[in-house]
């Protein structure tokens, strides 16, 4: 068997994408050809360190109708978290949005991942840990990652902790894919440039896997090759964290998990 044949066969990346400076502007139109019904509405998963940033904040456009979560991101998300999260919000009548924002790192696109499957697939959070055990799509969903490194903006998973049984694993299944992603690298303008560092070596360590690692594909490793590269470019400027190099480590991060995804 080649090095090069995995089994894999039919693989699933994000639908759209927009990239560059001000992307973020876009997210009104985006939301507004889904707002079909009256009082339809989307529920917002933002990163807890944007509670108080009200100039960002005031840019979601949000509508009275909408729903503003703010994920605590100390800690990963729980199997128990995610459960109660989708009870509190079938509570409230918002079982059926006509869209799912998340905004942040992993941490919060992850947990908006799993809630849009919750939504629309009966039962707890735990019964969909593993391979493609989801089975109805979920509710639309739009990722704007604010790091880059973590390639869940691109991934089919969404990773949660059982505290019960002490089992870390994803949700994997083609409809945790988000449907659209808002690549704006003013996003990560303010972040520190350790954190900035380190999570870019995410990417970076996910193509080391993936060009090491047994299951492999010829496109899992161009992925792979393109991410270390434009890695490889911002790691090693005078200025890492210029407006040019967050755009490419924004799109290393996405490659970077399209390649892990893929291999």
Known sequence: MSVLDTGVR???NVLRYTVGNGGLSNLSAMLSSRRVKEKASVIF?????????????SRLEIQIEDEVVFVPTK???????IDQIVDRLRGQGLAQPCAIVGMGGGITMDVAKAV????????????????????????????IPTLSGT??????????????????LGMNSDFTVYDQIIMDPELTATVPRNQFFYTGM????????ALAGQYRNPIGDAYSRETISLCRQV??????KSSANREKLMVASYLGGCAIATS
């Open 202 to 209: 995410d990417a970076y360590i996910h193509c080391i896997e």
């Open 75 to 81: 800690n990963e998300p729980t199997t128990d978290i």
């Open 10 to 12: 039919n693989v699933r």
């Open 151 to 168: 390639g869940a903006e691109a991934t089919r998973t969404c990773v949660m902790t059982n505290k019960k049984t002490g089992l870390k």
């Open 235 to 240: 790691f090693l400027d005078e200025d890492m």
């Open 116 to 143: 849009s499957n919750l939504l629309t697939n009966e039962g707890k959070a735990e019964e969909y840990q593993g391979w493609d055990l989801v089975k109805a799509p979920g509710i639309y969903k739009i990722a």
């Open 45 to 57: 998963f933002v990163d807890e360190f944007f509670k108080n940033e009200t100039d960002v904040i």
